[in-house]
């Protein structure tokens, strides 16, 4: 996926959207919709999700009125689920990886604008329940302070002029494709973020695609690299999920060699929707065995091109039978890789296997050795 383009310009600014990029807002517009559309008798179609990405309210309000067939007006509509955004603002957590990519701005003296299409005082609302966020944008600029929103580049071209710099200096950072196109009619380099999975028509436009914000690396385009990185792992928020080993896929074993003990995915969704797809290791619990090393991917194992996002656990130990059933507890400590697609089986195997030697070396660092001893991993 983390493909880009020659010939990049070297830039000194960022400006960032908000909704989708910064913050997790795409499971909430989900949430009210669904809530909303039944009132009038209607269901949510996941499907919508990718229509209003990115959209001003006011033209998010119209697709839905008309696409739902609402008796309504689009104002109404609007006048209607406004308070039920505003309702949840308090809440929203920030995307991982976006604290430590403002920290990291901030603390090296890279100008940052926030440029979102809604409201500005919306985007102050949201921002204000997140420590140190406000003081770390010198501009910010509000789909209401300009003539025309994304995929308009007004809003880019505004937040250039008020950081007061020529907007071939500025990397616009966007999950949306009205937001990357306006970004690129600004004249700008882009890195795409998709909110939404499997997105890849942002791939055409946008200089660089990623898959969260833990892969950006802004030495690709001048600016500061990230400190953080060891031994090619980033150590992340440790946290924990379990349960009893399930059935797979039926193929870890077989296909790759490499044995996955799967969990049940039940009542883990809002975990699983938190954690960006990709390779990230830690430490397994199994109630009747021990402690073991452990690496795994999340997500739809583009290899596969499964419909479902899992957890795939690679115990880093041989066991000489199964062990479906047991109980087993997970601590996930650092971050390896995104995922991705090979041209063969084998290059995804000679991967993991690359993978599993990252996973165990880091696990004897201190930072990542001192949670083996995470009372989640006793507590089974
Ligand atoms: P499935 O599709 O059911 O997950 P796999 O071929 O991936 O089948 O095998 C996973 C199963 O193998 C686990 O559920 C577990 O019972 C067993 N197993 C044996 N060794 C390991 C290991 N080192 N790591 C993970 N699972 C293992
Ligand atoms: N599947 C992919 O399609 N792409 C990957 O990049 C990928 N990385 C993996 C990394 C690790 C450490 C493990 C354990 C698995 C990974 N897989 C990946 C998933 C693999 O395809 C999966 O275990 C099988 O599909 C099991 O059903
Ligand atoms: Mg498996």
């Known amino acids: 996926m983390s493909v880009v383009k020659p010939l990049k310009k070297l830039v000194s600014c960022v400006i960032l959207d908000l909704d989708g990029t910064l913050i997790n807002t795409d499971g909430i517009v989900t949430d009210i919709l669904k809530v909303f559309l039944v009132n009038y008798g209607k269901q949510w179609d996941g499907r919508e999700a990718h229509k209003i990405v990115g959209k001003t309210p006011v033209e998010a309000a119209a697709m839905v009125v008309e696409d739902y067939d609402i008796p309504v007006t689009k104002e109404e509509f609007l006048s209607q689920i406004t308070p039920m955004f505003s309702e949840r603002w308090s809440n929203i957590k920030a995307l991982p990886g976006a604290n430590r990519l403002i920290n990291h701005f901030k603390s090296h003296g890279v100008l940052m604008a926030l440029a979102s299409n809604s409201p500005k005082s919306n985007i102050e609302k949201k921002i204000s ?95 500061p690299a990230f400190q953080d990185w060891v031994e090619g792992t980033l150590p992340i928020e440790t946290w924990h999920i379990g349960g009893p080993v399930t059935r797979g896929f039926g193929r870890g074993s077989k296909v790759l060699g490499i044995p996955t003990a799967n969990l049940s995915t039940d009542g883990y969704s809002d975990v699983l929707s938190e954690h960006p797809s990709g390779v990230y290791f830690g430490w397994a619990a199994l109630s009747t065995r021990g402690i073991y090393k452990m ?82 991993m006793y507590n089974l």
């Open 129 to 223: 329940y997140h420590k140190g966020w406000r003081d770390s944008f010198s501009a910010i600029v509000g789909g209401d302070e300009v003539t025309a929103g994304k995929p308009n580049p007004e809003i880019f071209l505004e937040a250039a002029k008020r950081l007061g710099v020529h907007p071939s200096s500025c990397l616009v950072i966007e999950d949306s494709l009205p937001g990357v196109t306006a970004g690129k009619a600004a004249e700008m380099d882009v890195v795409a973020v998709p909110s939404l999975p499997k997105q890849s028509h942002l791939c055409s436009s946008a200089d660089e695609v990623i898959n969260s914000l833990l892969d950006l690396h802004p030495e690709k385009w001048g600016l």
């Open 295 to 376: 690496v795994m991917s999340i997500g739809w194992n583009p290899y596969f091109n499964n419909t479902e996002k899992t957890i795939e656990p690679w115990l880093l130990h041989d066991f000489n039978e199964d062990f479906y059933g047991e109980e087993l507890h997970l601590v996930i400590v650092g971050y390896i890789r995104p995922e991705a697609n090979f041209p063969s089986l084998e290059s995804l195997i000679a991967k993991i296997h690359e993978d599993r030697r990252i996973a165990e070396k880091a696990l004897e660092l201190p930072i990542y050795s001192k949670h083996k001893g995470d009372p989640y």
